[in-house]
Each structure stands twice: as C-alpha cells, then as structure tokens.
C-alpha cells in the first residue's frame, strides 16, 4: 500500500520565517502557534518500513525528529529507516537537508544529472560519504525503482517529467555547473506503488500549469502542487518585497495529508 507522510507545506523558509515580522509570522510565533510549519516536504513508502525523502529541506533534522516512521528502529544503535532521496530541483529548499543526513548511514540520491552536477559542484555536500551514499543520475520520461541500502526492491516506480521551473536562485547570472539548458532542472514526478497501482503526482516549484501539465494530472488521486503564491503580487500587497509570484519558486504545497 502506498503510504506518504507530509514533513512539512510551508514556503522557503517555513512558518514564522526567522526574520519575518509580518502579521502570520508573528501569530505563529505568539497566540496561534498551530500556524508554524517546516518547508515543503514528503516520505513516501511501499512497504511502511523503508522510506524515501522527496526533496530534503533545511528543516530535515526538525521533521525527522517529529515523525515516528523516520526514526531509527527499536533496538539499533545506528539506523535509519530512509533508504534513498529523490530530489526534483537544486534549490536550497531542496537540498539543504541532505547535509543533516552526514553521520555515515547508507542511503542513495537520486536526481537529475543538472542537479547532481549542482552537488558536485559544492564541495560541501561531500560530507556525505560516497562510498555509503551513491548519486544516481535519472532520466525524464524514464521510469525507475528507487532501490533500498541492500538493492533489493523498494515496491516503487517513479516517472519523472520535465516541469516548467527556473533555475536556482543562487545560479541565476552564473554558469551552471550542468549545462545550459535549464532541462532537468525541475522535475516533476509521478510516483506508483507496483504492488496495488496506488499513485500520486508531485510537483515543486512548478513555474505554471501548461495544457500539458493539465492534461497530465487530470483526474490524479492526489497532487502535491507547490503553488507558490496565491496571488501573483502578493509579496508587494504585503510589503515584503518587489518579486511576483512567477518570479519566486519558491515552495508552498496543496495537497491532502495521506497515509
Ligand atoms: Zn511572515
């Protein structure tokens, strides 16, 4: 059965933003801390045993701690039940949380030659040892199964597909470490469980809805969509910057939480 759990639905930079003063971030920090939320971010699972991370936000570390199904099991003095992550963008609100994943617990990445040449291109990430921590390249339109840490079957297939996106903010006026042609830079993909055909679609960072992507996901059973804003000039209506909304990619989900 297909299980997925909701790590976090908050934009880059979660609920309150850490120098925010606007009126949520303030609630969220005073009289309604229901409010708060980490970044966007899911597990989803075959099995209910080995899970696999989609996209690792800066707040990793705080979601793995509040979610049962992420914690090392009973009895191990070294373990992790996350098996592999799959990462469908290069940017911070994507990737920074592979960093908390450091302490030697074997796992494999899985994301698009642009987004690992990102990867490789910061020698940062080499804190995640490669001979316990494989970088494994995938292919839009071509569908693969995550494997678990031993190689056996995860239960899963994903199909990822190019998505309108832009390119990392931190790239933008610079080479990119890939090549220049923004393909592969958002992914969107479709993830099946093979054993019951259960399914679901998960975009980030989804620049705009094309008749393509319309079409794709009509009548989906459930859609994780990073709509960015709700309005397009909702940061100036809000005073908090010049950016519309198709300029920042930045990530906020609706999507029903499923398990
Ligand atoms: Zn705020």
Same mark, same amino acid.
């Given at each position: 059965?297909?299980?997925?759990?909701?790590?976090?639905?908050?934009?880059?930079?979660?609920?309150?933003?850490?120098?925010?003063?606007?009126?949520?971030?303030?609630?969220?920090?005073?009289?309604?801390?229901?409010?708060?939320?980490?970044?966007?971010?899911?597990?989803?699972?075959?099995?209910?045993?080995?899970?696999?991370?989609?996209?690792?936000?800066?707040?990793?570390?705080?979601?793995?701690?509040?979610?049962?199904?992420?914690?090392?099991?009973?009895?191990?003095?070294?373990?992790?039940?996350?098996?592999? #992550?799959?990462?469908?963008?290069? =940017?911070?609100?994507?990737?920074? &949380?592979?960093? +908390?994943?450091? /302490?030697?617990? $074997? *796992?494999?990445?899985?994301?698009?030659?642009?987004?690992?040449?990102?990867?490789?291109?910061?020698?940062?990430?080499?804190?995640?040892?490669?001979?316990?921590?494989?970088?494994?390249?995938? #292919?839009?339109?071509?569908?693969? =199964?995550?494997?678990?840490?031993? &190689?056996?079957? +995860?239960?899963? /297939?994903?199909? $990822? *597909?190019?998505?309108?996106?832009?390119?990392?903010?931190?790239?933008?006026?610079?080479?990119?470490?890939?090549?220049?042609?923004?393909?592969?830079?958002?992914?969107?993909?479709?993830?099946?469980?093979?054993?019951?055909?259960?399914?679901?679609?998960?975009?980030?960072?989804?620049?705009?809805?094309?008749?393509?992507?319309?079409?794709?996901?009509?009548?989906?059973?459930?859609?994780?969509?990073?709509?960015?804003?709700?309005?397009?000039?909702?940061?100036?209506?809000?005073?908090?910057?010049?950016?519309?909304?198709?300029?920042?990619?930045?990530?906020?989900?609706?999507?029903?939480?499923?398990?």
């Amino acid at each position: 059965m297909l299980r997925v759990v909701v790590l976090g639905a908050a934009a880059g930079g979660g609920v309150p933003q850490w120098n925010c003063g606007c009126r949520i971030c303030n609630a969220a920090r005073g009289a309604n801390p229901e409010l708060q939320s980490t970044q966007s971010s899911i597990v989803v699972s075959a099995d209910d045993e080995h899970w696999f991370l989609i996209n690792a936000s800066p707040d990793l570390r705080q979601q793995l701690i509040s979610t049962p199904q992420l914690h090392p099991k009973h009895g191990a003095l070294r373990h992790s039940p996350i098996a592999g #992550v799959v990462l469908t963008n290069g =940017e911070v609100d994507a990737v920074a &949380g592979l960093l +908390s994943l450091r /302490e030697s617990s $074997p *796992f494999t990445i899985y994301a698009h030659r642009q987004v690992l040449a990102i990867l490789a291109a910061n020698s940062i990430f080499n804190v995640l040892n490669d001979r316990l921590v494989r970088r494994e390249p995938i #292919v839009t339109d071509h569908a693969f =199964e995550p494997l678990l840490s031993d &190689g056996s079957s +995860s239960g899963l /297939e994903i199909l $990822p *597909f190019v998505v309108p996106g832009k390119r990392a903010w931190y790239l933008e006026g610079q080479q990119h470490p890939g090549d220049n042609s923004a393909e592969g830079d958002t992914l969107g993909l479709l993830v099946t469980d093979k054993g019951s055909g259960q399914y679901f679609y998960h975009l980030a960072a989804c620049a705009r809805v094309t008749p393509d992507l319309a079409q794709r996901i009509t009548g989906a059973p459930l859609v994780f969509f990073d709509g960015t804003v709700w309005r397009d000039d909702e940061l100036i209506a809000a005073g908090l910057g010049s950016k519309t909304g198709q300029a920042s990619p930045s990530t906020l989900f609706s999507g029903d939480r499923a398990s």
